[in-house]
């Protein structure tokens, strides 16, 4: 079965420190990987998203970056943290085309910018 | 993307059916309708999805209106488990999960 591996649970940051948020995925090969974040209260907003190696589409102009080294494997990034950065950032992975097939969530990562 | 609106909270006696409303009236003969739902910080569950017809799996069952302009998420047994926020969504068929997430429907089962 499919599994999706998120980490740290949780991180406290200073503002201007970078950032470095790791996901994987096991179980499937070339999945499409998403990185969703989430104000308190409020939906997901969709950051990036990539559907293979090297591919990566940015949703929403920010501080923000995101890389695919590896098939299962993604990265979110920043190189220097605002305090507007902190939330609930959700990896999630689908396979096959995105309006016939679902999302599954990892259990997210609580940035919390100081 | 369509535009979903649910209300936001509901109360459901445990053991009794929840009948979590959605509408979506401007949805496109294109647009899937999904149903997630988080737990208190948790990622999103997937729950449900469908076109036209109505689906039933082993959590829940989807009902969608002949127009498909609403639909009715139905946990047919509810536990104190199902407390959670329930989101609906449409999903449009080129979207790249380009979801417009609204806020969902807090479900609060009672014992």
């Known amino acids: 079965s499919q599994t999706i591996h998120q980490w740290p649970a949780t991180l406290v940051q200073p503002v201007g420190s970078p950032l470095s948020l790791e996901c994987t995925v096991e179980?499937?090969?070339?999945?499409?990987l998403y990185w969703y974040r989430q104000a308190a209260g409020r939906g997901l907003q969709l950051l990036f998203y990539?559907?293979?190696?090297?591919?990566i589409s940015s949703e929403v102009p920010q501080n923000l970056s995101a890389s695919r080294p590896q098939d299962r494997q993604f990265i979110l990034s920043s190189k220097k943290l605002l305090l507007s950065d902190s939330g609930f950032y959700l990896c999630?992975?689908?396979?096959?085309?995105?309006?016939?097939?679902?999302?599954?969530f990892g259990n997210g990562t609580r940035l919390t910018v100081t | 993307d369509a535009k979903t609106t649910q209300p936001p909270s509901m109360d459901c006696a445990e053991g009794r059916a929840a009948n979590l409303p959605c509408n979506h009236s401007?949805?496109?003969?294109?647009?899937?309708v999904y149903w997630y739902r988080q737990i208190h910080s948790q990622g999103p569950q997937y729950i449900i999805h469908?076109?036209?017809?109505?689906e039933t799996n082993e959590m829940a069952s989807l009902i969608i209106t002949e127009d498909r302009k609403s639909s009715t998420l139905i946990l047919p047994h509810a536990t104190l488990r199902d407390t959670a926020v329930y989101y609906c969504?449409?999903?449009?068929?080129?979207?790249?999960?380009?979801?417009?997430w609204g806020a969902g429907t807090k479900l609060i089962i009672k014992p």
């Open positions: 999630a992975w689908s396979l096959g085309v995105s309006y016939n097939s679902p999302l599954h």
């Open positions: 179980g499937t090969s070339n999945p499409n």
């Open positions: 990539s559907v293979g190696i090297g591919q």
């Open positions: 401007t949805i496109s003969g294109n647009e899937y």
């Open positions: 469908g076109l036209k017809n109505n």
């Open positions: 969504i449409a999903v449009f068929k080129d979207s790249n999960y380009q979801l417009i």
